[in-house]
């Protein structure tokens, strides 16, 4: 079984930094692309940033500049930085992960349960 477990969020001012991470964990053979997603209450599921196994990355235009994606291959672990944060940028946030499962040998999507950012003064 393959797990996306999420880390960080919480409750911050305008201005403010936060980091969130997600770690695969179980059954994982290998992890191509990984990506952060959010999501407000009412409205689809949009990409933030994604980042390839090369190390490619893209961002969507209304965070780019202030947040930064990275990962950690040996780890499997996928990290979102997040500087200047705005109240516009309060969302439920979801890690996903192209994952290779070591005992089925195949490719699937992979979805971490969430984790909940709120800016506000």
């Known amino acids: 079984q393959v797990q996306l477990m999420e880390s960080g969020g919480g409750l911050v001012e305008p201005g403010d930094s936060l980091s969130l991470s997600c770690a695969g964990a179980?059954?994982?053979?290998?992890?191509?692309?990984m990506a952060w997603y959010r999501q407000v209450p009412g409205t689809q599921r949009e990409m933030v940033a994604s980042?390839?196994?090369?190390?490619?990355?893209w961002y969507t235009e209304s965070v780019e500049g202030r947040f930064t994606v990275s990962r950690d291959n040996a780890k499997n672990i996928v990290y979102l930085r997040m500087n200047s944060l705005k109240p516009e940028d309060t969302a439920e946030y979801y890690c996903y992960a192209r994952v290779l499962d070591s005992l089925k040998w195949t490719w699937g999507d992979y979805w971490g349960q969430g984790t909940q950012v709120a800016v506000s003064s």
């Open positions: 179980g059954d994982v053979a290998k992890i191509g692309d």
């Open positions: 980042i390839s196994l090369a190390g490619i990355t």
